[in-house]
Structure formats: C-alpha cells, structure tokens
C-alpha cells in the first residue's frame, strides 16, 4: 500500500510499484522461427499472442457464457441474491490452464521474488497458484477490462506463511497506477487468514481506503464487488461488508480482474518461508447495466 491513506485507511503495506509488474515475454527463437516463415510464405507475419509494449502473451479465448450446471455456492452469491443476471464472463477453470488470461512472468510485487507460470495450476475445476520457499509465485489477468461492473469469485485460502498475500483485484487497463486506481476487493494479509482486507487505491499519491472483516478464509466464500459512477460496494458470501460512496475516489478508467498470490518478505521471515497457496473454483465478470 502507501505510506499516506485516505479515510478509514491505516496500517496498510507500502506498494512502491505496480503489483502487476512483468508479464510473459516472448521467446526470442520463437520470434526468428516466425520470421522465417514469414519469409518462405512471401507474407509479412507476426506473433498475434504478444501485446506490443506489455510482453504479455494470452492463453486462448477463455468461456464467455455460464455453463448448464450450476457453480459450487451460486446460492450464496451475490450475483443470485441479488439478481445481477446472466455473466458477460465466466471461468470454471474446467480446462487444463486458464484460457483467455494473461500470466504473469518476471519479477514479483515491488521487485520481490518472481512470477512464474509455473506457480498456475488447473486441476479437478479449481486453479491454484503456488508460492513456494523462495518467493517464487504467480498472477493472471482478464483482459480488457471495462468502465464499472460487477465481479465475484470463490476463493479458499489454506493457512499461509504470512509473507503470502492472496487477492482478488482490479487493476487500470491503462497501466497507469497509482493516477488509474486499484480496487482489491479480497486481500488476505494474515498467515491464519482468519481476517480479510479490502482496499481502494487512489490519487497520483496512493491514497488508501481500508476496510476488514473477520472471516474463515480457510473455507470456501464467495467475494464479489459491484463499481458504479456512483460507488463501489463490497460483498462477501452475498452480504455488503463494505460501501465506498466518496466519487473523487473512484477508478477514473477501465479496469480488469486480477489473481494474484503476491509476496510480502518484510511481512515475516524471509529466509524461513513456509510454501502457501490460495485457490479460486471460478470467477464471474457482470456488465454495467446503468
């Protein structure tokens, strides 16, 4: 987070840098093979996975509309409670790797540890992402994002080392942090998870909103956000657990959902870090209706 908070901020972890940085980066014999061919065809070519600028590189098209089965505690939604309507996206993670997301690759949240593609993992409905001893861990982003929305997925956290924070989180397609906004709408900052934070960031000085509620965040709970002109609200297992209604603090731009298992070192040892995880059964993307 920042030295400097807003209202009902306090206490929260210095972000010096985007959380996001360093994304895939394409192979360099993999840029010459494609080359080539372009040359034997007589036809200019391209690697259409790699984003100029970002070097992020995207799995394929992942689901856009709801599956026929109902997903694991949609009744205690907040989409179902409150009656958001069908997803613009959704992901059950019922594939062998996440589609349609960008992975994250390179250096870790504010330069620590890495990211690596290897830290993802899809197995039996549920994506997993892995930190381990060194703080080697990972991150993924849906991409492009939207002005205001609704979003909501199930997480479970096991007992952590605390230098692991898991979040749920909204990040400025602009890439223009602190000016663009953050909205992290799950952070699980102790190692018990017993206790879960959201903030907003804001303002070119990083100003913060805070807010926490106690919670089991060992078991299944479904964490949704609702971002309007107007406000954003916070809802845990489909109940308001907090409401942001100052409009000069809110995302000025589009934003996309986030995953990350970010590490903390100054958060606990260092050097005797326990292996942590967290795990998302899926995530859903509401368009902003007016």
Request: glycine share 14%; net charge negative; proline share 8%.
């Amino acid at each position: 987070m920042s030295e400097e908070s807003g209202p009902g901020g306090g206490g929260a972890p210095t972000r010096g840098i985007s959380r996001r940085t360093g994304l895939i980066i394409g192979g360099v014999a993999v840029v010459a093979v494609l080359a080539l061919i372009a040359v034997l065809v007589g036809s200019p070519s391209s690697d259409s996975g790699n984003i100029p600028g970002s070097g992020s590189v995207s799995e394929p098209p992942g689901p856009t509309t709801p599956t026929q089965t109902q997903s694991a505690g949609a009744d205690t939604s907040a989409a179902t409670l409150l009656g958001w309507g069908e997803p613009s996206r959704v992901d059950e993670f019922d594939g062998p790797r996440p589609a349609g997301w960008s992975i994250y690759k390179g250096e870790g949240h504010d330069g620590n540890g890495r990211r690596t593609t290897e830290s993802i993992h899809v197995n039996d409905g549920i994506l997993t992402i892995k930190g381990d001893a060194q703080g080697n861990t990972g991150g993924l982003a849906l991409n492009p994002g939207q002005m205001y929305g609704r979003w909501e997925g199930r997480v479970k956290m096991p007992a952590s080392d605390p230098t692991y924070h898991a979040l749920l989180l909204l990040w400025p397609d602009e890439e223009n942090w602190p000016e663009g906004g953050e909205i992290d709408f799950m952070e699980a900052t102790s190692g018990d998870r017993q206790n879960v934070n959201s903030f907003l960031h804001y303002s070119k000085d990083n100003k913060q909103i805070e807010h926490s509620v106690d919670v089991d965040g060992t078991e299944w709970h479904n964490w949704a956000v609702e971002w309007t002109p107007d406000h954003i609200i916070g809802y845990l297992d489909g109940r308001e657990w907090y409401r942001i209604e100052d409009k000069d603090t809110l995302p000025p731009g589009p934003m996309h959902l986030c995953i990350q298992l970010d590490w903390f070192p100054e958060d606990g040892d260092p050097g005797n870090v326990k292996p942590s995880e967290m795990q998302v059964d899926w995530v859903k993307e509401y368009q902003y209706a007016g």
